[in-house]
T-cell receptor
Framework: AQSVTQPDIHITVSEGASLELRCNYSYGATPYLFWYVQSPGQGLQLLLKYFSGDTLVQGIKGFEAEFKRSQSSFNLRKPSVHWSDAAEYFCAVGGNDYKLSFGAGTTVTVRA | GAVVSQHPSWVICKSGTSVKIECRSLDFQATTMFWYRQFPKQSLMLMATSNEGSKATYEQGVEKDKFLINHASLTLSTLTVTSAHPEDSSFYIC??????????FGPGTRLTVL
C-alpha cells in the first residue's frame, strides 16, 4: 500500500516570499502524485498532478512541483506567495487501484 | 468541466436518526466514486469505493452497516449514515473519477450530530 509523509505541519511565510512544501511518498511502483489545496470548510482543489514524463510539473495559481524518484519526493513550490495562498495543502499518492492516500497536510499562513 | 456536487452542504441531526448525503457528477459519467471522512485539522481518510451497479468496497475499520453507500447511476452516489451518533460528526467528502487516476472532489458535507 502507498503512503505519504508531509513533514511540515505548519509553515508561516511572508507575502511575496517563496514557499516550498515537502512531500515524501512510499510506493513500490511508479506513483501517481497530486497536490491539492483546501480552504476552510471547502472541498479540495487540484493544484497539479504527475503521472509520467517531465518531472517538473506546472500547476495552477503559479505553483510547480518536482518529482524526484531517487528521493521519493514531490515537493511543491511557489516563487512568490500571495495572501490568498493561505490554506491547507495536501499531497496525495495513487496506485493502480485508483485509490488515493493523503498526507497529513501542511497549513500555510501568510503574514503581511 | 468535471464538476462534482454534494448535497446538503451541511446538516444537523439528532442522535439516532439517519442522514443521507448525495454526491453527483454534473458533467461527466463517473465509473467510480469515493467517500472520504475528514476530522477537524486532519487529513482525508478513504471510507469506501463504489462502482455503479455494484456493492461498495469499504476500507478496513469502516462499518458497512453504519455507512450505507448506493451508487445507483453513473452520476449519483449516496452515503447514508444510519443511527448517527455524535462521534459520526465530521466533514464528508466525495470524489468521482472516469477511468483515469484523477479524482474530482465535491465541496464536502458538514455533519453535526447532536
Amino acid at each position: 500500500a502507498q503512503s505519504v509523509t508531509q513533514p511540515d505541519i505548519h509553515i508561516t511565510v511572508s507575502e511575496g516570499a517563496s514557499l516550498e512544501l515537502r512531500c515524501n511518498y512510499s510506493y513500490g511502483a511508479t506513483p501517481y502524485l497530486f497536490w491539492y489545496v483546501q480552504s476552510p470548510g471547502q472541498g479540495l482543489q487540484l493544484l497539479l498532478k504527475y503521472f509520467s514524463g517531465d518531472t517538473l510539473v506546472q500547476g495552477i495559481k503559479g505553483f510547480e512541483a518536482e518529482f524526484k524518484r531517487s528521493q521519493s519526493s514531490f515537493n511543491l513550490r511557489k516563487p512568490s506567495v500571495h495572501w490568498s495562498d493561505a490554506a491547507e495543502y495536501f499531497c496525495a499518492v495513487g496506485g493502480n487501484d485508483y485509490k488515493l492516500s493523503f498526507g497529513a497536510g501542511t497549513t500555510v499562513t501568510v503574514r503581511a | 468541466g468535471a464538476v462534482v456536487s454534494q448535497h446538503p452542504s451541511w446538516v444537523i441531526c439528532k442522535s439516532g436518526t439517519s442522514v443521507k448525503i448525495e454526491c453527483r457528477s454534473l458533467d461527466f459519467q463517473a465509473t467510480t466514486m469515493f467517500w472520504y471522512r475528514q476530522f477537524p485539522k486532519q487529513s482525508l481518510m478513504l471510507m469506501a469505493t463504489s462502482n455503479e451497479g455494484s456493492k461498495a468496497t469499504y476500507e478496513q475499520g469502516v462499518e458497512k452497516d453504519k455507512f450505507l453507500i448506493n451508487h445507483a447511476s453513473l452520476t449519483l452516489s449516496t452515503l447514508t449514515v444510519t443511527s448517527a451518533h455524535p462521534e459520526d460528526s465530521s466533514f464528508y467528502i466525495c470524489s468521482a473519477s472516469l477511468t483515469s487516476m484523477e479524482q474530482f472532489f465535491g465541496p464536502g458535507t458538514r455533519l453535526t450530530v447532536l
